[in-house]
């Protein structure tokens, strides 16, 4: 399995020209947080807005609005309520993460199966946590747009019953998908059914909220990278680059605190590509 260096992942890492403008870095959506999870919706869309996503827009329980908004105003926020009337966003944004926070309850399924209904083929969907939950639950469902799934290996397992890697590559090469296996370390896999190793992360990891950090950063990423498994291998790598310079001082690493930390991150990595050149 072929591991991922940050040579390669400096050459994914595309200079910014002159004259670029927001919408030359992608127009991403996020459909995240229920009324009991603002901060998986706000987690999320701060990753996104951290790596350089020219515009994001989130759609989030009514209850999540106004403190979002508040919180991040890079971001713009609506009711996911207004889904129904608001096709236009649907139609503008080219890329979508859906599932953090979002809850598994009857809304949810309903918005869940519209929106993959609603996905053109040139869009790219990612399903995290709930979003995977409810894939799996509706396997009637099914759209048209490139998809990224963000399992825990555990619960691969479970949802799929893919018990290893050869499992999962096959799974990933025959259904189109990418894949990325979450864990000590994340594996990678392509839609060709090729994987790649992540670097090793740290225990301080192991805390609420990273995973909707790393899903944040893979969406932002999407609209600056020429193919989607680029911003899945710069998302992870960077992701963990990130807290293993934070673990160096600090116990536990908060994904807010990583957020903060990744345009810096992104500056060093291609200060080093521009001194290597």
Same mark, same amino acid.
């Given at each position: 399995?072929? $591991?991922?260096?940050?040579?390669?992942? /400096?050459?994914?890492?595309? $200079?910014?020209?002159?004259? !670029? =403008?927001?919408?030359?870095?992608?127009?991403?959506?996020?459909?995240?947080?229920?009324?009991?999870?603002?901060?998986?919706?706000?987690?999320?869309?701060?990753?996104?807005? =951290?790596?350089?996503?020219?515009?994001?827009?989130?759609?989030?329980?009514?209850?999540?609005?106004? @403190?979002?908004?508040? !919180?991040? #105003?890079?971001?713009?926020?609506?009711?996911?309520?207004?889904?129904?009337?608001?096709?236009?966003?649907?139609? +503008?944004?080219?890329?979508?993460?859906? *599932?953090?926070?979002? *809850?598994?309850?009857?809304?949810?399924?309903?918005?869940?199966?519209?929106?993959?209904?609603?996905?053109?083929?040139?869009?790219?969907?990612?399903?995290?946590?709930?979003?995977?939950?409810?894939?799996?639950?509706?396997?009637?469902?099914?759209?048209?747009?490139?998809? @990224?799934?963000? #399992?825990?290996?555990?619960?691969?397992?479970?949802?799929?019953?893919?018990?290893?890697?050869?499992? /999962?590559?096959?799974?990933? +090469? $025959?259904?189109?998908?990418?894949?990325?296996?979450?864990?000590?370390?994340?594996?990678?896999?392509?839609?060709?059914? +090729?994987? =790649?190793?992540?670097?090793?992360?740290? #225990?301080?990891?192991?805390?609420?909220?990273?995973?909707?950090?790393?899903?944040?950063?893979?969406?932002?990423?999407? *609209?600056?990278?020429?193919? #989607?498994?680029? !911003?899945?291998?710069?998302?992870? =790598?960077?992701?963990?680059?990130?807290?293993?310079?934070?673990?160096?001082?600090?116990?536990?690493?908060?994904?807010?605190?990583? @957020?903060?930390?990744?345009?810096?991150?992104? +500056?060093?990595?291609? /200060?080093?590509?521009?001194?290597?050149?």
């Amino acid at each position: 399995m072929e $591991e991922v260096t940050e040579e390669w992942v /400096s050459t994914l890492l595309k $200079e910014r020209p002159k004259t !670029a =403008y927001k919408n030359q870095f992608g127009h991403n959506l996020l459909i995240a947080g229920n009324q009991a999870m603002a901060g998986a919706a706000l987690i999320a869309s701060r990753a996104c807005v =951290y790596v350089g996503s020219g515009l994001t827009s989130l759609l989030t329980h009514p209850a999540n609005v106004s @403190i979002i908004h508040q !919180a991040l #105003p890079e971001a713009m926020v609506d009711s996911w309520k207004a889904v129904s009337t608001n096709e236009d966003l649907l139609q +503008k944004t080219q890329h979508w993460l859906i *599932g953090p926070g979002m *809850g598994q309850d009857t809304e949810s399924r309903s918005l869940f199966i519209h929106l993959m209904e609603q996905a053109r083929a040139d869009q790219v969907v990612i399903l995290d946590a709930d979003g995977l939950n409810l894939w799996c639950q509706n396997p009637q469902v099914t759209t048209k747009a490139q998809l @990224i799934l963000t #399992p825990h290996f555990g619960e691969w397992q479970r949802l799929k019953r893919a018990f290893d890697i050869q499992d /999962s590559r096959t799974w990933a +090469k $025959e259904s189109g998908i990418h894949l990325v296996l979450k864990g000590a370390p994340t594996v990678m896999i392509d839609r060709q059914g +090729k994987a =790649y190793q992540n670097i090793a992360g740290n #225990p301080g990891m192991a805390i609420g909220g990273m995973g909707d950090c790393l899903a944040g950063m893979m969406l932002g990423f999407l *609209g600056q990278v020429s193919d #989607p498994f680029e !911003a899945v291998v710069l998302a992870c =790598y960077l992701h963990t680059a990130v807290a293993n310079s934070l673990y160096q001082d600090q116990y536990i690493v908060l994904p807010s605190r990583l @957020i903060d930390q990744i345009p810096y991150a992104m +500056k060093r990595l291609f /200060s080093k590509k521009e001194a290597a050149s």
